[in-house]
């Protein structure tokens, strides 16, 4: 069975909307964010991540309530995103919480789970502030509404330029339950006021 996958029409959709900077605090009408995170400068687009060759069964839809990532300080709630009407993908309002793309995987089924956050925002840092220094072999945890722990494993950070986003490799189909972490980074472009790149990180379910 496949699972859902964004890619196609949305995963198209998806894409323009991080391609404008849908991630930055800007995108929501806000005055340049007072706090700036930068990517670390060694992190850079690289191919593909492999996968983990890790024997973890893919788990039944459930939607995912928290987010946990303890070596970058990340504990938050996850709210619902969907689409705009104009097709983006919609993003959270404020700093915190980070949401999950209703329109793909829920985290564990077969299939690429999305979660988006801000890097910062008017008010300081944001959920995905360090996002950048999350290290590969990190665990990443998210608690679902069926009371299970979907425990990833990342297995690659990396840096695009909007203008050059991976569309295919983030949002399409998988033969396994992965994980895309996603948000804003390198430099904020105070003209445009977005940041110029995007952050991702992938992780593959372990367990």
Request: charged content about 15%.
């Amino acid at each position: 069975m496949r699972g859902r996958s964004a890619a196609g029409p949305v995963g198209a959709a998806l894409a323009i909307a991080l391609l404008v900077g849908g991630c930055g605090s800007a995108a929501q009408g806000a005055p340049a964010p007072v706090v700036t995170v930068s990517a670390p400068p060694s992190l850079r687009a690289v191919p593909p991540p492999i996968a983990l060759r890790v024997a973890a069964p893919v788990l039944a839809a459930s939607v995912p309530v928290r987010l946990d990532i303890p070596s970058i300080e990340v504990d938050s709630e996850l709210m619902a995103l969907g689409l705009r009407g104009d097709g983006t993908l919609d993003v959270p309002p404020a700093a915190f919480p980070a949401g999950w793309f209703t329109g793909a995987p829920t985290p564990g089924e077969r299939g690429p789970a999305i979660i988006v956050g801000h890097i910062d925002w008017v008010t300081g840092a944001g959920v995905f502030a360090r996002l950048g220094m999350l290290a590969v072999g990190a665990e990443i945890r998210v608690t679902r509404t069926d009371g299970t722990v979907a425990v990833f494993r990342t297995t690659q950070v990396t840096r695009y330029p909007k203008d050059a986003f991976p569309t295919d490799l983030v949002y399409g189909d998988l033969d396994h339950a992965g994980l895309r972490l996603i948000s804003c980074g390198g430099e904020f472009d105070r003209v445009t006021g977005h940041y110029e790149d995007n952050i991702i990180a992938f992780a593959d379910l372990v367990l």
